[in-house]
């Protein structure tokens, strides 16, 4: 059973877009959609730093961009689950067929101009704690005043607060944390200091109309496969706010004798989630057009074409 799943913030890298737009028809529907939500995707796709690309009004976007045109670049995918990892989940959302690609890069752009204005109102920022025990790791960040805004499993927790929060924590780790990682982020999502975008996002999605999922679509909130497209968008909205649980989404993955399991662009931080957490499932990372092929052969060996 194949499990086809989108990367978080986070993911980007300078220029990771440039293969992919050189798969035909890619740099139109690029442009397309760079004019309906008012950015240039191609820019900063290609020639855009790292500072400007850390931007979460760009970000979430271009994750989304890269996401949709890896995707079809695999051709007809039926996946047994479908899931995405924080702004991944809108991604998903499209593969599942619950969005269409207007809809979700329409929602994506309000989302990241939201919690990026959130972001502006206090700083904060966000570390990976690796290593540990997630009781106690918990436990720790929430005597710190921070909150685990990602339990990803595999021994990694995201840790998100203010940015005197997370110096603390440098100078005082959980016990048994091997080591504390600042990531590529511009504020503490999934935690309380977005509660401002979760408004936004509610009345940018009242005016879309969310179908059912063609394919089980397993959310970041608990784990649980969601049956309905209204309740999905609810969810959509809602997560901005409240932790990631990664670690439950792949739990879901085993239960359901997930054999494989497909990342799309930029992909690489999920796949070395599932290669701790789930062995025995084959995986593979869409980096660029070159993996391809390698990704269509597990794809006939493990889903459904």
């Known amino acids: 059973m ?9 993911a980007q890298t300078p220029g990771f877009l440039t293969p992919w737009l050189e798969l035909p ?8 959609w760079s004019d309906a939500i008012g950015l240039d995707l191609a820019h900063y796709g290609t ?13 979430q976007p271009l994750l989304v961009a890269a996401g949709l045109l890896s995707a079809t670049a695999l051709g007809d995918v039926a ?64 005597k710190l005043g921070l909150t685990p ?3 990803n499993g595999a021994g990694q927790i995201v840790a998100a607060g203010t ?33 401002p975008a979760v408004e936004a996002l509610a009345k940018a999605a009242a005016d879309l109309a969310p179908a059912d999922p063609k394919v089980r679509y397993v959310s970041n909130r ?31 993955f085993k239960e359901l004798g997930a054999t494989a399991l497909v990342e799309v662009s930029p992909g690489g931080t999920l796949v070395g989630l599932a290669k701790r957490a789930l062995p025995g499932v084959k995986t593979l990372a869409l980096k660029t057009p070159d993996d391809l ?13």
Do not use: Y
Not at 122 to 130: F, K, Q, V, Y
Not at 178 to 183: D, E, I
Not at 247 to 252: F, G, K, P, R, V
């Open 163 to 195: 940015l005197e929060q997370l110096a603390a924590l440098n100078e005082d780790k959980p016990e048994g944390v091997r080591k504390v990682v600042p990531l590529k982020v511009a504020g503490a999502f999934h935690t309380r200091h977005m509660a």
């Open 222 to 252: 608990d784990g649980q496969a969601v049956a309905t497209g209204a309740e999905i968008l609810e969810r959509l909205v809602g997560q901005v706010a409240n932790p990631v649980r990664w670690d439950l989404c792949m739990e879901t």
């Open 149 to 151: 805004a990602n339990i």
């Open 47 to 59: 020639q855009a730093d790292a500072d400007e690309i850390r931007d979460t009004a760009v970000a």
């Open 293 to 305: 092929d390698a990704a269509r052969e597990l794809i006939a060996e493990h889903g459904v074409a």
């Open 79 to 142: 996946p047994g689950a479908v899931a995405g990892h924080s702004v991944g989940e809108i991604t998903a959302a499209t593969f599942a067929g619950v969005l269409d690609d207007a809809a979700a890069l329409a929602l994506v752009r309000t989302r990241g101009l939201a919690m990026a204005d959130a972001a502006a109102i206090t700083e904060t920022g966000m570390s990976a704690l690796l290593g540990g025990d997630p009781e106690v790791s918990v436990a720790h960040l929430e």
């Open 2 to 10: 194949l499990v086809l799943v989108a990367p978080g913030q986070g």
């Open 25 to 32: 028809g890619a740099a139109d529907r690029v442009a397309a």
